[in-house]
T-cell receptor, first 112, second 113 residues
Framework: DTGVSQDPRHKITKRGQNVTFRCDPI?????LYWYRQTLGQGPEFLTY????????KSRLLSDRFSAERPKGSFSTLEIQRTEQGDSAMYLC??????????FGDGTRLSIL | GENVEQHPSTLSVQEGDSAVIKCTYS??????FPWYKQELGKRPQLIID???NVGEKKDQRIAVTLNKTAKHFSLHITETQPEDSAVYFC????WGGGNKLTFGTGTQLKVEL
């Protein structure tokens, strides 16, 4: 068990560009969550998957955001046409059964 | 939806003293309440959790209490140490209903020597 892995750790991009983040959950964890955390705030729920099915999306997830988990293993989160307000830490967590959610180190996105 | 409020936002204690952080939640259906510790630049790490079928849970120097009627829960850290310095987040969720976590705004705990 190597824990939840996220890539990249940091992403700097210009406003208007598209970015994609990857999350590799703990193996055999069937649930995968994406959260966004801004400075001085707690993580905010974005979306979650059970296996490959995306079961819930937050209102925070605008049309510019899309997430996938094609084979029920790793997941990607894509942001199109990035805006200044997208600057944040994007956290991934995974969970199974009665176990708590385990978080990755996150991807810090900075929009220039 | 669920709303979680957390107080205080900052807390400074002397080493060896106790620290208490309080949270309230709004959704009476919430039944799972974890606490996470986050050091600067690192991932949130679970330190203790409690389900609504118990009123208190303890793990060494850390304890959590839950009052379902009042919809509030608290984290208690005894004999604080410098390594306890971090941001602590409470959260609430409906276990079995997707388990998405609604977090409080965090408490910056500083343990001074």
């Amino acid at each position: 068990d190597t824990g939840v892995s996220q890539d990249p750790r940091h992403k700097i991009t210009k406003r208007g560009q598209n970015v994609t983040f990857r999350c590799d959950p703990i193996s055999e964890h069937n649930r995968l969550y994406w959260y966004r955390q801004t400075l001085g705030q707690g993580p905010e729920f974005l979306t979650y998957f059970q296996n490959e099915a995306q079961l819930e999306k937050s209102r925070l997830l605008s049309d510019r955001f899309s997430a996938e988990r094609p084979k029920g293993s790793f997941s990607t989160l894509e942001i199109q046409r990035t805006e200044q307000g997208d600057s944040a830490m994007y956290l991934c967590a995974s969970q199974t059964g009665n176990q708590p959610q385990h978080f990755g180190d996150g991807t810090r996105l900075s929009i220039l | 939806g669920e709303n979680v409020e957390q107080h205080p936002s900052t807390l400074s204690v002397q080493e060896g003293d106790s620290a208490v952080i309080k949270c309230t939640y709004s959704d009476s259906a919430s039944n799972y309440f974890p606490w996470y510790k986050q050091e600067l630049g690192k991932r949130p790490q679970l330190i203790i959790d409690i389900r609504s079928n118990v009123g208190e849970k303890k793990d060494q120097r850390i304890a959590v209490t839950l009052n379902k009627t009042a919809k509030h829960f608290s984290l208690h850290i005894t004999e604080t140490q410098p390594e306890d310095s971090a941001v602590y987040f409470c959260a609430a969720s409906i276990w079995g209903g997707g388990n998405k976590l609604t977090f409080g705004t965090g408490t910056q705990l500083k343990v001074e020597l």
